[in-house]
Each structure stands twice: as C-alpha cells, then as structure tokens.
C-alpha cells in the first residue's frame, strides 16, 4: 500500500509539502543569524530554555525528520533517491553557509540533519510496511 497513491489529492500534498519544507529550510540555512535567534527566543519559553547549541542539535533532528518524512510520503518508491539528494541538499547546504557573512557550516550540523533525514525516511518507510501488513 503506497499511502499517498490512495488519494491524487493526497499525494498532491505531500508532494507541495514536501517542496515547500525544503525551500523554508534553505531559507532558514542560508539568512542571517538573526532569524535563527529570533525563532529560538520565540520558542525558548515553550521549551524550558534550553542552551542554543542544545535547541540547535534538536531542530536540526527534528527538522530534517519532518522533511525526510514529507519526501518519502510524496515519493514512497524512490526510498534511495531521496535520501541521496536529501544528503547531497544537506552537504551543500552547509558548504553553502561557509560563504555567508555570519554562519558556519559544520560536519557536526550534517551529520545531525542527516540523522534527521534519515531517520523521517525510515519512520515512513516503517509505517508504510505496517500498513500494508495489516
């Protein structure tokens, strides 16, 4: 059972979905610093304030989770494409923020976003199979 194949509407969101994720995310990446520590001081009080580098490392898992998660709903036949771009996107990405004027690209950072991605890929992947087990 391919979730998103019962329903054209259905998988016609998970596909914008998905698209739209990942532009708010190279968004997010590349502005300035300011954003990110807007959201953080925004959400900070919701979530006990945490140290940044801590929210950091969680937004980075859970981010890419969701996106990793929309990709593989939108396209639950092409499991090792979407991770492969999703991990391509995700090494450029931070190459990317080496050349902006106030961020920095890590291989700590990628390395927790592909979790994150890796891991949303998986949790669909595992849904998906239980589904069609039932």
Not at 21 to 35: D, E, K
Request: glycine share 6%.
């Amino acid at each position: 059972m391919d979730l998103p194949n019962s329903d054209p509407r259905l998988r016609r969101f998970f596909v914008v979905a998905a698209w739209a994720s990942i532009a708010a995310v190279i968004y997010a990446t590349l502005s300035t610093q300011g954003l990110v520590y807007r959201i953080y001081f925004l959400l900070a009080p919701f979530l006990g304030h945490p140290s940044i580098s801590t929210y950091a490392s969680f937004a980075h898992v859970l981010v890419y989770m969701i996106v990793g998660a929309l990709f593989c709903a939108a396209y639950p036949r092409s499991t090792l494409t979407i991770c492969l771009l999703l991990f391509l996107a995700i090494a450029g990405l931070e190459a990317l923020q080496n050349v902006t004027a106030d961020r920095h690209g890590t291989l700590r950072d990628a390395i927790e976003k592909m979790a994150g991605a890796g891991s949303g890929v998986l949790l669909v992947r595992f849904a998906l199979w239980w589904a069609r087990t039932r």
